[in-house]
């Protein structure tokens, strides 16, 4: 099993949609928790950060972290063409020499 | 602020030749990575390095060597490209190792 597992989709909706994306991940040492979004031709730009369990909320933007289920999400609201990108999630668990792990990212494309 | 720099933008490249990716950054972050992103395979570490002066292989190695001689440039050198070195690079730093990675724009290397 992979540490970190991302649906790649791609996932295409109507603009003003409620977007959901999610990652799930198989070590349960981790606790950072991180989503970026990469447009095409850029690199990766950080999102959201957040640690351990519970929700953050960013403008549009939420990001869900439930760690008895190894499972996090990032929510977009009133999604806009401007939301179309490829959206990586990454976690590590705490220490020092802990590595960042990346999911596969997912594509997103909101249709005007 | 520039963050991360990386060039050249794009480049095609003869097998069997070799070539340097450079990457500066001025955050004065410790930590530095070199990945490369491939379609399906998404990010995967190349090198990395912890602070000037030390280095460390990642998930994919071979082919590639970095050298950090000072805090704010990690280049990466191919030494014989082969087409399988074909993919998009990207550069990245961290205040201290496994923290938030900020990326730099890539380079697209295209060899032939």
């Known amino acids: 099993q992979k540490e970190v597992e991302q649906d790649p989709g791609p996932l295409s909706v109507p603009e003003g949609a409620i977007v959901s994306l999610n990652c799930t991940y198989s070590?349960?040492?981790?606790?950072?928790f991180m989503w970026y979004r990469q447009y095409s031709r850029k690199g990766p730009e950080l999102l959201m950060y957040?640690?351990?369990?519970g929700n953050k909320e960013d403008g549009r933007f939420t990001a869900q972290v439930d760690k008895s289920s190894k499972y996090i999400s990032l929510f977009i609201r009133d999604s806009q063409p401007s939301d179309s990108a490829t959206y990586l999630c990454?976690?590590?668990?705490?220490?020092?020499?802990?590595?960042?792990?990346f999911g596969k990212g997912t594509k997103l494309t909101v249709n005007p | 602020t520039a963050g991360i720099t990386q060039a050249p933008t794009s480049q095609i490249l003869a097998a069997g030749r070799s070539m340097t990716l450079r990457c500066t950054q001025d955050?004065?972050?410790?930590?530095m990575y070199w990945y490369r992103q491939d379609l399906g395979l998404g990010l995967r570490l190349i090198h990395y390095?912890?602070?000037?002066?030390?280095?460390g292989k990642g998930e994919v190695p071979d082919g590639y060597s970095v050298s950090r001689a000072n805090t704010d440039d990690f280049p990466l050198t191919l030494a014989s490209a082969v087409p399988s070195q074909t993919s998009v690079y990207f550069c990245?730093?961290?205040?201290?190792?496994?923290?938030?990675?900020?990326f730099g724009p890539g380079t697209r290397l295209l060899v032939l």
């Open positions: 990245a730093s961290s205040l201290k190792w496994g923290e938030t990675q900020y």
């Open positions: 070590n349960s040492a981790f606790q950072y």
């Open positions: 957040t640690y351990s369990s």
């Open positions: 990454a976690m590590r668990a705490q220490g020092g020499s802990e590595k960042l792990v």
């Open positions: 955050m004065r972050h410790n930590a």
């Open positions: 390095s912890n602070t000037a002066g030390t280095t």
